[in-house]
């Protein structure tokens, strides 16, 4: 499993930003696919999640806020986030969640 996320970096509080997930080695259609972030100096967190029956969980954290879709031709799993707060800024994750590999991440900074 291989993947590579991007969309990350630098923005207002109250601001949105796209992260993308394109993923290799595994099919949408039959996996599950998560977001974690890691702020610095703290634990890696539990962000939302994506079913391959398009279900969706999300922390309590970002509940309305952020918005987790994907697109099975593309193979890429999407994190929309909208009304960025500073305490979101961390090193963004995407993962599928019976696989043990993580990607690289991608850094999002939200200024005050």
């Known amino acids: 499993v291989q993947l590579q996320a991007s969309g990350g970096g630098l923005v207002q509080a109250g601001g949105s930003l796209r992260l993308s997930c394109v993923v290799s080695?595994?099919?949408?259609?039959?996996?599950?696919m998560d977001w974690f972030r890691q702020a610095p100096g703290k634990e890696r967190e539990f962000v939302a999640t994506?079913?391959?029956?398009?279900?969706?969980t999300y922390a309590d954290s970002v509940k309305g806020r952020f918005t987790v879709t994907s697109d099975t031709v593309k193979n890429t799993v999407y994190l929309q986030m909208n009304g960025l707060k500073p305490e979101d800024t961390a090193v963004y994750y995407c993962?599928?969640?019976?696989?043990?590999?993580w990607g690289q991440g991608t850094q999002v900074t939200v200024s005050s």
């Open positions: 080695g595994i099919r949408l259609t039959a996996n599950t």
């Open positions: 993962k599928a969640s019976r696989y043990k590999s």
């Open positions: 994506l079913t391959h029956l398009g279900r969706t």
